[in-house]
């Protein structure tokens, strides 16, 4: 199971940390991503991490605002998010290959 928490309504240029509690499965032996989905539209991913946490990868369209980590002992998937714009606005999940969570509300809005 996944459970992602942290999401909330923020200002433009405002940041928040969204974190996802993993249960029922081996946490660190799993790459973990996260996606959004925005109002009308598909997923689209934002972030992936690999087991130890040594490499993260981050979509052109957050790099430079997020920073994905984890940590292992636990088991904990972490997003941070500064500079934020009302396009970041959308349902947050975190994933790995077999689960996905029911995701956080993130609204960007003055």
Do not use: H
């Not at 309504?9 to 032996?29: D, K, W, Y």
């Not at 009308?40 to 087991?51: P, R, Y």
């Amino acid at each position: 199971q996944l459970v992602e928490s942290g999401g909330g309504l923020v200002q433009p240029g405002g940041s928040l940390r969204l974190s996802c509690t993993a249960s029922g499965f081996t946490f660190s032996n799993y790459d973990m991503t996260w996606v959004r989905q925005a109002p009308g539209k598909g997923l689209e991913w934002v972030s992936g991490i690999n087991t130890s946490g040594s490499n993260t990868r981050y979509a052109d369209s957050v790099k430079g605002r997020f920073t994905i980590s984890r940590d292992n002992a636990a088991n904990t998937l972490y997003l941070q998010m500064n500079s934020l714009k009302p396009e970041d606005t959308a349902v947050y999940y975190c994933a790995n290959s077999a689960l996905r969570g029911q995701g956080t509300q993130v609204t960007i809005s003055s």
